[in-house]
């Protein structure tokens, strides 16, 4: 059966599948131990989902459903994860389905406290909600936002139904929300608390301020033990470590991390730079040296402490870019790695086929590291604009050239090492404001190939970084600056397109200028396919043109576009050519058509675009998304129906793939809600359906009286030794005989108190299945009268018989209770006018049946015959 997809208005070809590289934003995570698994999970908010890792391996285990809203705060207790999405809360049940979903706030959410069976939730409108797990409201505190501004929440040890208030004016209250009485108002030091936590110590918590303060406070005696203030602005997290050494972590809005010690009183170590922004979170894993961070540059990140002086070093981790990425492509010819450049100035590899092959090939450094004078960020390059790999000799040399915004010179990258490269490619240009504006690797990956915006294309030999030529008189390919650069299959010719609107063909070698090529206007980005040998340009003026490199003519001309085109590429076979622009399309054209035969829309303009070596996969990069989207290729599961697109068509919006879970067996779930799959009684009122009961209950049933025989004993049974006489007395003083006890078989039910409906047999056929053969033909011969049975219940039987045979379900069974009953009861039967006319009823149904099964069973000889004869 074939199924062939027609375009109803979304993508006829292409399928969201799953995004790569998002693991987290600047919402703090929840940490958990699962008490079955004896392991800690680590819930991170996404956008609108909620993502579960295990902390051992950090692979991702769970992904929940969307919310109607992005979400501001995360909590969870031992059997749920709580959100808070806008005004309403909701609970999430095996870190997936939404079970409860808690309204009654009148502004946004910001704060989650998992207290017992009860969750407490505040908002910016000055609201605190105690709420019970079940959905109720236990109760509800009004604060005045101007007063005292709810900032920060915690539950002090032992301390039976309390919690302690942090604001944003610095005063702290300890409230009993049991009894809803404020219990005690602690001044404060004068400035906002941004950060609650309980220490291991009984009666201590720490205290993160807004100056930058850590206040180590004794809450019962209302008494400052320390206080260590950090340089680096507010407190955005603490945590206290608990196995062993009196250490307490503070995180900075820059993205450093300090560690303090409590009984020096005095800094121990420091982690700069543990995240690009923001530290979210920290928490220190129970009776373990491992620190847990998340923070807003999507990253997470488990430290170990074994350093000397109480340092620590990066563990784990899973990152992605912390800005949008601005160009990717396929690396390699399995198309299972995504080379993605940002504009947070790293370079990445994204696995398609689990995150534990992601690579981090880091930020592009000037070449003069040890300049005195600079600062961190200054030594850095900015982002990359374009670049190329080769796979050919990067086992021997770096394969990845990139181009840098504002920048003349080039980077070389290894992706095996996952480093910057050796050289640092700079061409002598006289413009001081010139800039590296395209770059290729040739197919041999010796040579990369590197155009400026004043016009230069020089060619740089990767194994020594030696400049070996540049193309055209006058050191000068184009008046203006080149947009494109690419390079055959077989280095005999490059081709350069430049902002003067030529598109010019040169020999490698000699570097001699072959052709020229007049556009319509001037190139934005260029890309070759060199197995077809189309050259693809896509021009300002919004439209494209593919040009054969061995007849230098322009084969195809497309236009549809509304916005500039970002990006463009080929599918393997060079068939298609897939384009993204900035009026949110992503269009698919026909090759030899020359015809638009895919086109939808996403809700975020596509900036970049690459198809797989293997065509499974089309990945896009988006504005203002800092993940790579997955689309799957349809037409390699099935024929797809691709039509020609008329002029005016109006595509219609896709949605944009989520995350997918890779390892589905290492989901998580609740401690007292596992689930257990129950497969269906049946799948379909048409089919048979066995009972999947073993074949020794019914295959032998008509065979029971030659097994008695063959099991009768060769030698009459022994009478085991007289045994000393005993009667069976009451305890007591005075001796009371006892009354003999009912054996199992003198313990009978009489007949009478079985009733069974006419119409419904399920009990009868639950009954008949849990007795074993013996016990079903005694249950069978006491249907008669003479076994205490009666007439309507041999009708009852064939009755009971018809309707499995009806329903189709245990199939087997029903022939074989049917067998049995008829060597029974036939006599008896045949003199009964009623249940003969029953009988003749069954038997219609029994040859309808079989004459169904055995046209099938036919069938399926006769095609597997044909299969076993054909020579294919």
Known sequence: LEIIVINNGGSCLFSG????????????????????????????????????????????????NSLSDDITCVAADRMLVFAAAGRTVSAFARNKEVVMCYHGHRQEVRLLLSLGDQLISADSGGDLIVWDVQGDIYLRLQFDPNTFDVSAMMHPSTYLNKVLLGSSQGTLQLWNVKTSKLLFTFPGWSAGVTALQQSPAVDVVGVGTATGRIIIHNIRLDETLMSFTQDWGPISSLAFRTDGPPIVASGSPQGHIAFWDLERRQLVAQQRHAHSTAVAAATFLHREPLLVTNGADNAIKVWIFDQEGGGARLLRSRQGHSAPPTTIRHHGSNGKSILSAGQDGTLQSFSTVHERFNKNLGHGQFKQKKKKGLSYEELRLPAITAFSSAT?????????????????????WNYQRCTMGAHHLQPSCPHKAAVATAVDITSCGNFAVIGSSCGRVDIYNLQSGLHRGCYGNSDKAHSGAVRGVATDTLNQLTFTAGSDLLLKCWRFKTRKQEEQLKLNAAPASMMLHRDSGMLALALDDFTLQVVDIETRRVVRKFAGHHGNINDITFSPDGRWLVTVAMDCTIRTWDLPSGCLVDCFLVSMAPVGVSMSPTGDFLATAHVDSLGVYLWTNRSLCGPVGLRPLPADYQPTVEMLPGVTVGDP??????????????????????????????????????????????????????????????????????????????TKEEAQVPLKDLHFCPIQFDHPVRHLKDCGPAALSVELSCLKPEGGGASSLLLAFINMIDSMLASGRDFDLAHAYLALFLKLHLRSLSRDPVAMAALLHLSKRLEAGWTELRASFDQSLCLLSYTKSALL
């Open 17 to 64: 599948f799953r995004v790569l590289g998002l693991y987290s934003n600047h919402v703090p995570h929840a940490l958990r131990y699962h008490q079955k698994h004896r392991e800690f999970y680590l819930v991170t908010a996404v956008g609108k989902s909620l993502h579960t890792f295990n902390v051992q391996r950090l692979g991702i285990v769970s992904v929940s």
């Open 665 to 742: 067996e290492q989901g998580v779930k609740s401690e007292d809600m596992d689930d257990v799959y129950e497969s269906a009684d049946q799948l379909g009122a048409e089919l048979v359906t066995l009972s999947l009961l073993p074949e020794s209950r019914w295959k032998c049933l008509l065979h029971l009286d030659d097994i008695k025989k063959k099991n009768k004993p060769v030698a009459p049974p022994t009478a085991p030794a007289v045994a000393p006489f005993f009667l069976p007395t009451l305890p007591g003083l005075t001796p009371q005989f006892t009354s003999p006890m009912a």
């Open 392 to 412: 050919a000799r990067q086992s021997d040399w770096d394969g990845i050239v990139a181009c840098h915004r504002g920048r003349l010179v080039t980077t070389t």
